[in-house]
């Protein structure tokens, strides 16, 4: 069935176990149905080929790196997904919003609305009608800038990115933003990976990945924690594949068998595929309990001590890497004392996981020579993540497993230029060294407190403390958490701004004043005033390089992302501190600010020239710590004492269940492509609830019942989600999962991790309840 049917057919939903590899021909039938029944079929396989590639564009899915060699996978199913969504011939124009009311559209579905088409002219909601209706770039620039200045202060605005944006529109817009008067950066990193950037940035002094590409040739060990790669990010594969044929050992954790972390069959490999042979790519799959993590690192810990113990009594060789230990850590002995004091007991009850297959975790590290671990959301997205990550790099530490070629930390990112827009300043607690470095360039009284993350911008905005929210990109109301009360603080807002490639539920969540700015995408050409330009991106090993659109834009109307970003900034600043227009004319002017203020990009320009870009260096992989110690800090931090949150306790209810949310094999994030999880098992429908089948009868239901979820919190609050199909999954006894974003109205603004303030969007107490009678009708 193609994808494009659905959105007129009723779903039916179905269930059935997947037997095949992930990747292979799955993939490739999945992306063909896409090229064929998409308007630009044709055009669109020509596009495919020129992902990734130089003189091409950086695929808008994955941050996941390509190998400098050829021959490798340099696109994949989903990111022939990503290409084709944005690549599509439909309009959501004038004519469309003068057809369909904002209450009219609120009705329709996420997939619905996305699948409408490419936003083409900029328009502004008119309440007498309630529709969108257009406006000129100038009055809308106009209108901004009205706004911005008839604040009482900068801090009354919140500015957020979406981790697409390109290197050259982030660094313009925290320029415009800061010379404004504002470190107010929300971002989707809060909500993604800031967990990693914290914790890393205390134990070894850089908020990245320390590895590159090349070290998962080398590598004799590589864990994956918490990640669903096979289907976020699929390129991966291909090197966790590789490892395991040659020998290395990849361990996975995570509490479901994903699909893509048991068998890969390359799309691209012809004997394969007629043989539908496919190959592991994992050696050990472990499965503990959400949260677990953290427990099953410090076991394993406790047996490399015990183990180092028992080799100094034998004269043995170590386990530890008393060298590295010696000159390059700190706070060891804090450590092991830390180790001490945490009992098997309180190991194997949190962690969910036997003894046994602690000890087979640890032999694993302990015998691979040169080790990467690999995280994603099933670590960064709970109360303790923070230290939870800190344990990573504390076990890496123990044997020296960073700073040498194949080992290292890779936190693997999400959006395709997260971790640039970060590096960029999107940051609203930015280093002194970027606001130094951005006052003796460009001579103005830089901010200095820090601003806004996401849950603050909520909090700021529901309490009237904000008043004008600015969107590059991303799709705000629905990525957040406790939707309910995010989109009354959306509607709080005298003006909601969203710079969109499509239309999606945060242009229907607006203030009293709302815009939609249309912009280019990676796909699109972007022609500027000396030529056509191109942008550049960094991906998850701290590879910068530029990416080139290849296709025709839509529509006259549509800007790109640094032209609207400048629009705003020239209509509100002036030409102050820079001529905003002159410097979008040729993007080589912005990438000179870019090398006058950020270090690594010293002749950004010049170094662009080499294909495949340039490597910015990452002071922890060369083994120069960052840190106030000098060192490599090891992080004692103790396990939580329980893993359920007080204020969910303070209910006095128990929760039936445990539940993680997470991706769907056919969505972008809240970008639905189709009702379909192939590698699940599940066909025509998301509302689902992944449970163990003793559970679904334990609670008094049955398997393909429907039942409301009701997440608890103490706060008075009822946060509910209706009708969800029970579906009898192999998942782990008292744990449950469903999809992102519909179960975000469960998740509680107030659950967040501690020095990270991500919303806990993997561990959320639920209870089930019998349906309304009305929903109980399937
Ligand atoms: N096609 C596609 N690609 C994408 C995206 C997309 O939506 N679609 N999103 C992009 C973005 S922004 C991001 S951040 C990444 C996300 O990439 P992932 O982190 O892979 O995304 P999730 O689907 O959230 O998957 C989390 C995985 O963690 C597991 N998990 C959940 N809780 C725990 C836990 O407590 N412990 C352990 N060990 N495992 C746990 C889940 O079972 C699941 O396999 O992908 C990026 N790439
Ligand atoms: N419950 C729960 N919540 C989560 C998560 C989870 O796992 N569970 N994951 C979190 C994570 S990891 C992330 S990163 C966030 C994602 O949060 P966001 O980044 O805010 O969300 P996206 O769905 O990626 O944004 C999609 C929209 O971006 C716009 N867009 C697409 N391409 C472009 C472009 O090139 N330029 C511009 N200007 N706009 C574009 C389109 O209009 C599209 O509708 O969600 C978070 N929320
Ligand atoms: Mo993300």
Not at 12 to 36: D, M, N
Not at 47 to 56: A, E, I, R, W
Not at 312 to 330: G, I, M, Y
Not at 701 to 722: I, N, T, Y
Request: hydrophobic residues 35%; aromatic residues 8%; negative net charge.
């Amino acid at each position: 069935m193609s994808i494009h049917n659905q959105a007129d057919k009723t779903p039916v939903p179905r269930y059935k176990p997947y037997k095949g590899a992930a990747g292979g021909w799955g993939a490739l039938i999945s992306v063909t149905q896409f090229w064929l029944s998409s308007d630009n079929a044709l055009k669109n396989i020509r596009t495919m080929l020129k992902t990734n590639q130089n003189g091409g564009f950086d695929c808008p899915g994955c941050a996941w790196g390509d190998s400098p060699e050829s021959g490798m996978v340099k696109f994949c199913e989903n990111g022939a997904k990503a290409v084709n969504w944005e690549a599509t011939k439909r309009r959501v124009d004038p004519a469309f919003f003068a057809k369909h009311s904002v209450t009219s559209l609120l009705e329709q579905s996420d997939y619905w609305l996305e699948y409408q088409g490419r936003l083409t002219e900029p328009m502004v909601y008119d309440a007498t009608s309630d529709r969108y209706v257009p406006i000129a770039w100038d009055d809308a620039y106009a209108l901004v800038a009205k706004h911005l200045l008839n604040l009482e202060s900068p801090n009354q605005a919140e500015f957020y990115t979406s981790g697409r944006a390109s290197n050259e529109a982030a660094y313009l817009y925290q320029l415009f933003v800061r010379a404004y008067g504002t470190n107010n950066f929300p971002d989707c990193s809060n909500m993604c990976h800031e967990a990693s950037g914290v914790a890393l940035s205390q134990s070894v002094g850089v908020g990245k990945g320390t590895v590159t590409f090349e070290d998962f040739e080398h590598a004799d060990a590589i864990f994956v924690w918490g990640q669903n790669p096979g289907t976020n990010h699929p390129r991966m594969l291909e090197p966790l594949r590789e490892a395991v044929q040659r020998g290395a050992q990849v361990v996975c954790i995570n509490p479901l068998k994903e699909r893509g972390l048991e068998r890969f069959q390359h799309p691209q490999h012809p004997i394969e595929m007629l043989t539908n042979g496919d190959r592991p790519t994992n050696t050990a799959y472990f499965r503990p309990a959400l949260g677990g993590d953290m427990a099953m690192m410090r076991g394993m810990a406790k047996f490399l001590l015990q183990w180092e113990r028992e080799a100094q009594a034998n004269n043995a060789p170590s386990v530890f890497d008393h060298d590295f230990l010696n000159e390059h850590t700190a706070t060891v002995l804090e450590y092991l004392a830390a180790i001490d004091d945490t009992s098997w007991e309180h190991i194997v009850e949190q962690s969910g996981l036997p003894l046994d297959d602690i000890e087979l975790a640890a032999r694993m590290y302990l015998k691979g020579k040169n080790v990467i671990m690999c995280w994603a959301m099933g670590i960064t997205q709970h109360r303790h993540s923070v230290p939870t990550i800190q344990e990573i790099s504390n076990l890496m530490l123990l044997r020296g497993n960073i700073g040498r070629p194949g080992a290292g930390l890779c936190p693997v990112r999400g959006h395709s230029n997260v971790q640039g827009d970060r590096t960029m300043g999107i940051n609203e607690r930015p280093p002194a060294f970027l606001l130094d470095a951005l006052e003796k360039r460009f001579g103005f009284d830089v901010p200095r407190s820090n601003g806004h993350n996401v849950v603050e911008a909520i909090h700021a905005m529901a309490e009237g403390r904000a008043k004008v929210f600015i969107a590059l990109g991303g799709n705000f109301a629905q990525a957040t958490p406790d939707s309910t009360r995010t989109a009354q603080a959306l509607r709080n807002c005298e003006l909601t701004v969203q710079i969109s490639t499509k239309l999606n539920r945060s242009h229907l969540m607006h203030g009293k004043q709302a815009l939609i700015l249309p912009c280019l995408g990676r796909t699109d050409i972007d022609q500027q005033s000396e030529g056509p330009q191109a942008v550049t991106v960094e991906d998850s090993f701290s590879m910068v390089h530029a990416s080139n659109g290849q296709l025709q834009p839509l529509s006259k109307q549509m800007r790109s992302e640094p032209a609207i970003v400048a629009g705003i900034a020239a209509a509100t600043l002036g030409a102050q501190p820079v001529d905003w227009n002159w410097l979008i004319g040729d993007y080589d002017r912005i990438r000179d600010l870019i090398a006058d203020t950020l270090p690594g990009f010293k002749d950004f320009n010049e170094r662009l020239k080499h294909p495949g870009g340039f490597y910015l260096g990452n002071s922890a992989g060369a083994r120069r710590w960052n840190t106030p110690t000098g060192r490599a800090n090891f992080k004692p931090n103790r396990l939580p004492s329980d893993l359920i949150d007080e204020r969910v306790r303070a209910t006095g209810q128990v929760p039936d269940l445990i539940m993680q949310s997470m991706r769907s094999h056919d969505q972008y994030n809240t970008t639905i492509y189709g009702l379909d999880d192939r590698y699940r098992g599940v066909r025509g429908q998301r509302d689902v609830l992944f449970a163990n089948e003793a559970d679904i009868i334990r609670l008094g239901f049955r398997p393909g019942q429907k039942a409301d979820l009701v997440s608890l919190w103490e706060d008075g609050r009822e946060r509910r989600v209706k009708g969800f199909t029970l579906l009898a999954f192999d998942i782990p006894a008292g744990q449950a999962a469903a999809y992102y974003p519909e179960v975000n109205p469960l998740v509680p603004l107030e659950s967040v991790g501690e020095g990270s303030s991500t919303p806990t969007s993997k561990f959320v107490a639920i209870r089930l309840e019998q349906p309304a009678p009305s929903a109980r009708i399937a």
